[in-house]
């Protein structure tokens, strides 16, 4: 072979194999919580070592119970509170009155707010404060059930208390302001203050973004 048709051959070749470089994902997702940012391929992303939300049965401001399978492929957001907390439950939900009316019109987003204080918030007063802080039942819900099921979840599957709460049990009370958003699969992409608007508008953005990852 010609000097000049091997050069423009290996060329070529390099052009392609870097054209070729696997893509990333736009969103990086959780599998620790530590919370180390992992960009993935699409073929990694769905790998079974993933870190997802284990499944859960429990009980919504309505009364009807909500489980994993209801929110299969939907994307939602998760937090943590108490309707009788006096400080930084109040500004979370107030916080994410964004995303409500954001997606307001869309069935493919919900909005999950566990209490923390189950003794306390029963059906009837999860659905006086819901009222009371204008929450659209249909597309947000306040879940209360067993505190053992509820601090575990949030500590090994959502890991709202990152390492320091990851070994907790249900002994010790569990007070965060960590907001975290799950895609369709149940995989952790996001985390945020939710005490922050500039946070609510950053989960906002997230939201949007794996809305698009949705169609690709």
């Not at 599998?31 to 049965?57: C, G, K, M, Q, V």
Request: charged share 20%.
């Amino acid at each position: 072979m010609p000097k000049s048709l091997l050069f423009i051959t290996i060329t070529l070749c390099c052009y392609l194999t870097a054209c070729q470089k696997p893509t990333l994902s736009t969103l990086p997702v959780y599998n620790s919580p530590s919370f180390n940012p992992l960009w993935l391929t699409e073929s990694a992303l769905n790998s079974d070592t993933i870190h997802r939300i284990a499944s859960f049965a429990l009980c919504n401001q309505l009364g009807d119970t909500l489980s994993n399978q209801d929110l299969d492929g939907k994307i939602y957001v998760a937090n943590f509170f108490f309707s009788v907390c006096p400080s930084i439950c109040p500004k979370m939900t107030s916080n994410l009155q964004l995303i409500q009316e954001t997606f307001a019109n869309d069935p493919g987003v919900k909005l999950l707010s566990h209490t923390v204080m189950p003794w306390v918030d029963s059906v009837a007063q999860l659905r006086d404060y819901g009222e009371r802080m204008h929450i659209n039942p249909k597309q947000w819900h306040l879940l209360t059930g067993s505190r053992a099921e509820i601090y575990q979840l949030a500590r090994q599957s959502y890991f709202a208390e990152e390492e320091i709460g990851y070994n907790r049990d249900s002994t010790e009370f569990l007070h965060t302001e960590h907001v975290l958003l799950v895609d369709t699969k149940r995989r952790l992409r996001g985390i945020y203050n939710g005490t922050l608007p500039l946070d609510m508008e950053r989960l906002r953005d997230d939201i949007w973004t794996l809305k698009e990852e949705l169609k690709k």
